[in-house]
């Protein structure tokens, strides 16, 4: 068997990547199964540093492949925020909730047209050498203008997807991880599934 590691300690996260994965024979571990590792600050500016950062950190450290996302909000009428900043959207003492309520706060004045907004998801895949490879998932929807649903976790109570004719929040798991960003992401990484194998023939 084929091991990766994703640099995460969400079981809910790491799930995703099992399930995808399992069909070609790939084990997943996460960082609960490396307590040495400590936080990996997120100092990029971009998705794509964020997620280069946790997955080269991880790689170096264990000499494993290695793979990490970074992922949040884009807000149009907010010129692209939360952004990078979106899990701490509302200050060091976020938390859901808040963060939710300074999004509504912000676009309080903005008419539904113009509140259109996209989830983005950027995963990076790196070895021990250094090389790292980046796959990216998007969907789009709009910020409504009251939390409904209590599926998901961050901003899925606010995020209306039009063709559902609901919030992300009120989507059963199973239909979330057919269609959210990551799962886009996954997607674009199971169309390299050979390049990935190869990648962890190598290590």
Known sequence: MKQLVIATANPGKAK??????????????TLADFPEIGEIEETGTTFAENAALKAETVAKQ???VVIA????????ALDGAPG?????YA????????NNEKLLNDLQNVVEEARTAKFHCTLAVSSPTGQTDFYTGEVKGIIATAPSGSNGFGYDPLFYLPEYGTTMANLSPEEK???SHRANALKRLAENIEKL???IGEK
Not at 69 to 76: A, E, H, K, N, W
Not at 84 to 88: F, K, P, T
């Open 197 to 199: 194998l190869a990648k």
């Open 16 to 29: 995703e990547f099992e399930e995808m994965l399992a069909p070609y024979g790939i084990t997943i571990k």
């Open 91 to 98: 200050g060091e003492a976020h938390n859901d909730a808040k």
């Open 69 to 76: 996302d970074d992922s949040g909000l884009m807000v149009d």
């Open 177 to 179: 991880n057919k269609i």
């Open 62 to 64: 264990i000499g494993e």
């Open 84 to 88: 990078i900043y979106s899990a701490r």
